[in-house]
């Protein structure tokens, strides 16, 4: 009972970090697809409790809602805590494994770009940064 607390108190915290940095959260099917199928651009975080959510990939979310050029929307969906709208927004990003942490960026209902687990785990932030500033410059102008 305890670890289940300790859990809440960490995805709590998770999510809060994400409100604080502007992300809408997608919380149900519905939610991602009135979102996700919307005109513009959105990066959607997969937002997960490992380190390297907490340590690189949330950092990175938050810094890139001051980055000059941004999607329409900022959005997270969280692995294993709402599942069906996770599931739901993977089913977006085709061509892709199921991967959290990572980021999606979607254009007009599409995926435009992906940075996966395996390129934000053992990186710094401002490596992921860039990937995402990159994206944004392409597909955000």
Do not use: W
């Not at 149900?28 to 409790?49: A, C």
């Not at 000059?68 to 085709?94: C, I, L, M, N, W």
């Not at 435009?112 to 102008?141: N, S, T, W």
Request: net charge negative.
């Amino acid at each position: 009972m305890e670890f289940q607390y300790f859990m809440n108190d960490v995805v709590n915290a998770a999510r809060e970090e994400m409100s604080e940095a502007g992300y809408e959260h997608l919380r149900s099917v519905e939610d991602v697809d009135q979102t996700l199928q919307e005109e513009g651009t959105t990066l959607v975080m997969v937002n997960s409790v490992c380190g390297c959510a907490g340590g690189i990939a949330r950092p990175a979310a938050a810094y890139m809602r001051n980055y000059e050029t941004r999607p329409t929307r900022f959005a997270t969906v969280f692995a294993g805590q709402d599942r069906e709208a996770t599931e739901h927004a993977r089913s977006y990003f085709k061509g892709y494994g199921p991967s959290s942490p990572s980021f999606a960026l979607v254009k007009d209902g599409e995926v435009k770009m992906m940075v996966e687990r395996h390129e934000i785990e053992g990186h710094e932030p401002i490596e992921v940064v860039q990937k995402l500033e990159k994206a944004f410059d392409e597909y955000c102008k």
